[in-house]
């Protein structure tokens, strides 16, 4: 079974420019997940996505954050314009549904913004 | 709002020494999860603990809920230098409607061989 697909793997930009970051969950999934980890943190959740419905987006830096999951598959989360304390590693994570079920995580996406 | 503080924050052992962290709720939590954070990877899902005073073992990986189901533990014996990493509990409220697992800020633990 293939696992969290997440891309890019690395990506530095300057500040102000845009970022978009892909996320494929587990085929069958229904929850996926966008969290920012900085270093030494644990994962923090920016929002969760139940099919194609956004159910918790509360810390999500909406000004300049954004995100969607068309037809409750693939998501993107884009950021923009980027500043310079959105450096972090942004991870995808899917579950079969919210709940008692445990997440699966892609590799992140590590973000510098210059 | 909810939170859920860990500690230690950092673990330096020698290897076959034993390992605990602790975890601790403010709130009643309905489950724990735990995962595993190598260096430079990302999190991967260890165990979930759903019961009351529940206990599960793997291997050398010894998790316990609390009675109260406010705090969780994880206890490695004899650890080895793959044990190496960041163990995350991660708890859901057992009150309300949200179904967001909050997250402690981990332990890290270092092995020495």
């Known amino acids: 079974e293939a696992g969290v697909v997440q891309s890019p793997r690395y990506k530095i930009i300057e500040k102000k420019q845009p970022v978009a970051f892909w996320c494929n969950p587990i085929s069958g999934h229904n929850t996926l997940y966008w969290y920012r980890q900085n270093l030494g943190q644990g994962p923090e959740l920016l929002i969760r996505y139940e099919n194609e419905e956004a159910v918790d987006d509360s810390q999500l830096p909406k000004d300049r954050f954004s995100a969607e999951r068309l037809k409750g598959v693939d998501s993107t989360l884009k950021i923009q314009p980027a500043e310079l304390g959105d450096s972090a590693v942004y991870l995808c994570?899917?579950?079969?549904?919210?709940?008692?079920?445990?997440?699966?995580f892609g590799p992140g996406t590590r973000l510098t913004v210059t | 709002g909810q939170q859920v503080m860990q500690i230690p924050q950092y673990q330096h052992v020698q290897e076959g020494e034993d390992f605990t962290t602790y975890c601790n709720s403010s709130t009643t939590l309905s489950n724990i999860q735990w995962y595993k954070q190598r260096p430079g990877g990302h999190p991967v899902f260890l165990i979930q603990l759903v019961k009351s005073g529940e206990v599960k073992k793997q291997k050398r990986l010894t998790f316990q809920f609390g009675e109260a189901k406010k705090n969780s533990s994880l206890h490695i014996t004899a650890t080895q230098t793959t044990d190496v990493g960041t163990y995350f509990c991660?708890?859901?409220?057992?009150?309300?409607?949200?179904?967001?697992?909050?997250w402690g800020l981990g332990t890290s633990l270092a092995v020495n061989p």
């Open positions: 991660a708890g859901r409220d057992k009150s309300g409607n949200n179904r967001k697992l909050i």
């Open positions: 994570a899917s579950s079969h549904r919210t709940g008692i079920y445990e997440q699966y």
